[in-house]
């Protein structure tokens, strides 16, 4: 794998967006199972600080992350 493709799968498992299962549930994303655990790591410290950055841009506080976890809720 080349540095190119291993910093587009970090870049992806850090995203916000997760695949939904058939029942409905959050699964991972594809991208994290082609990481190795540095790779896995990495994504995790990009995706912690990305949901950082959204929360401070937002008028509400808050990531991306916690807007899917909000909008999952009120769905119910």
């Not at 695949?19 to 082609?34: E, F, K, M, Y």
């Not at 950082?52 to 990531?63: I, N, R, T, Y």
């Amino acid at each position: 794998m080349t540095d190119d493709e291993r910093d587009l799968l970090i870049e992806q498992a850090a995203a916000a967006w997760r695949p939904t299962t058939l029942d409905d549930g959050i699964g991972w994303h594809p991208a994290w199972h082609d990481l190795d655990s540095e790779g896995r790591q990495a994504a995790f410290a990009r995706a912690t600080a990305m949901r950082q950055w959204e929360a401070a841009l937002d008028p509400e506080g808050l990531s991306t992350t916690a807007k899917a976890v909000l909008a999952r809720i009120e769905k119910r």
